[in-house]
C-alpha cells in the first residue's frame, strides 16, 4: 500500500511539475504577414487585410499596414485621415482598434489619426514573454514613428499608452506639439505599492499563469473595469481577444500586467524616472480626460494634474477603456489642443508690412 502510495505520489509531483513548465513557457516568437502594399505619406507598406470581424467595424477610410522596426518585430498600424497628425496610444490588453469610436467623432478631413498597436496585442508581432519591457516597448514605438518621418503630433495615450507613447516621443521630443492624457500614470514608484488585486496575483508565478491564461481569459474580464460594464460587451472583448488568443502566443496580457512597477527596484522603475522626468520638461497645450470609475488609475488623477498644471481636465464616469465609453468627450479634447496649436501657429506668422502709399503722378501724354 505504502509503495502505491509512493508511486502515486510521484506521478502527481511530475504531472505538477510538467503542467507548471508548460504553463510558464515563455512563448515564441510569431511575426504576422501581410499581402500587397499601402501608400501613405512616409511612403509604402506592407499591407494587412483585417480579418472580418475587425474590419466590421471600422470604415473603408482606414489604412491597414505594418511597420517592421526589427528584423521580425512589425508594429500593426491603423490610420485614417489628413491634417494634422494625432498619434493615439493603447494600453494593455486591447489595439489601435481602442480609438475607432473616437476617430468616428473627429474630423478626419482636419487630423490624421494614426493608432499603433504595441507588440504582442493586436495583430502586431508576438514576442517572448521574456522580451516584454518597458525599454523593448519605447524603442519599438520610437522606431515605428520614426518610419512615419512626423514633424509634429499630438499624442494621445492611456494605460500603457502613456509610459509606453511618452517613452517613445522622448527620442524624438521635437515631435509632441499637444497632448491628451487620458487614464495613465508617469510616476516612478519610491516605495513599495500595489496598483490593484489583479496586478498582484498577475505578478505571482504559476498563480498568474493559471488565472490569467489558464483558468479564465483576461479579456472576458475587462468588462468589470468600466463604468458601464455593457460599453463591454463579448464582440468587444473579441476585437481584442481573438488576435492574441489565436495567435499561438497569448503571453503579452500577463507580460505586460508584470511591466508594472511594484517599488522603486522593478525593472521598469529606471525607465519611469526618465519619463517623469521628461513629462515634467514638457510645456505644450494639453487636455486631461479621466475616468473617474476606473479601479486602477481614477486615484491617480491629482498626480496627472502636477504633471500638467495648466490642462483642462474632464472628470467622466467612464472606467479604464474610457474610449469605449466617452468618446465624444475624448475627440472634443483632441479638437481644442488642435485648434490652440492652429491659433498660435497663425498668431506666430509675421504680418505683411506696409508701407504708405506712394502716388504715382501720370505723365501727361506728349502729342506729335
Do not use: C
Not at 47 to 60: K, N, R, S
Not at 203 to 225: A, C, Q, Y
Not at 232 to 259: C, Q, T, W
Not at 312 to 335: C, D, K, N, S, Y
Amino acid at each position: 500500500m505504502l509503495r502505491f502510495f509512493l508511486i502515486a505520489l510521484g506521478i502527481f509531483i511530475a504531472i505538477g511539475l510538467i503542467g507548471s513548465f508548460w504553463i510558464t513557457r515563455n512563448g515564441k516568437l510569431i511575426t504576422p504577414e501581410g499581402e500587397g502594399t499601402v501608400s501613405t505619406d512616409a511612403g509604402t507598406f506592407e499591407a494587412f487585410a483585417l480579418p472580418e470581424y475587425a474590419d466590421a467595424v471600422v470604415t473603408d477610410d482606414y489604412k491597414s499596414y505594418f511597420v517592421e522596426v526589427e528584423p521580425g518585430i512589425k508594429i500593426h498600424v491603423l490610420e485614417i485621415g489628413e491634417g494634422y497628425p494625432i498619434y493615439a496610444q493603447h494600453g494593455n490588453p486591447t489595439s489601435g482598434l481602442l480609438y475607432r469610436k473616437v476617430v468616428a467623432e473627429l474630423p478626419t478631413d482636419r487630423v490624421r489619426v494614426i493608432m499603433p498597436t504595441m507588440v504582442g496585442l493586436g495583430f502586431s508581432t508576438k514576442v517572448p514573454a521574456n522580451e516584454h519591457t518597458l525599454e523593448n516597448h519605447m524603442r519599438w514605438m520610437s522606431a515605428a514613428l520614426d518610419q512615419l518621418q512626423l514633424d509634429e503630433l499630438v499624442y494621445v495615450g492611456q494605460d500603457w499608452g502613456g509610459a509606453v507613447g511618452i517613452g517613445a516621443l522622448m527620442e524624438s521630443p521635437e515631435l509632441i506639439r499637444g497632448a491628451v492624457v487620458l487614464n495613465t500614470g508617469f510616476n516612478a514608484p519610491s516605495e513599495k505599492m500595489s496598483l490593484s488585486r489583479a496586478h498582484d496575483l498577475a505578478k505571482t508565478p504559476i498563480i498568474g499563469e493559471l488565472l490569467m491564461e489558464n483558468i479564465v481569459s483576461i479579456f472576458d474580464r475587462l468588462h468589470e473595469t468600466q463604468g458601464d460594464p455593457a460599453s463591454f460587451p463579448k464582440e468587444v472583448a473579441d476585437l481584442y481577444g481573438r488576435p492574441v488568443i489565436e495567435s499561438g502566443n497569448k503571453k503579452a496580457p500577463l507580460a505586460l500586467m508584470r511591466m508594472v512597477p511594484d517599488g522603486p527596484d522593478h525593472p521598469s522603475s529606471a525607465e519611469l524616472h526618465k519619463i517623469q522626468a521628461y513629462v515634467t520638461s514638457l510645456d505644450v497645450p494639453a487636455e486631461i480626460v479621466w475616468g473617474m470609475s476606473d479601479p486602477i488609475f481614477s486615484r491617480a488623477l491629482p498626480a496627472m494634474k502636477v504633471f500638467f498644471p495648466n490642462a483642462r481636465v474632464t472628470e467622466t464616469q467612464a472606467g479604464h477603456f474610457l474610449q469605449e465609453e466617452v468618446p465624444v468627450e475624448i475627440a472634443a479634447a483632441i479638437m481644442r489642443v488642435v485648434e490652440e496649436l492652429d491659433a498660435d501657429a497663425a498668431s506666430s506668422v509675421p504680418a505683411v508690412e506696409t508701407g504708405e502709399a506712394v502716388a504715382i503722378e501720370t505723365l501727361p501724354v506728349i502729342e506729335d
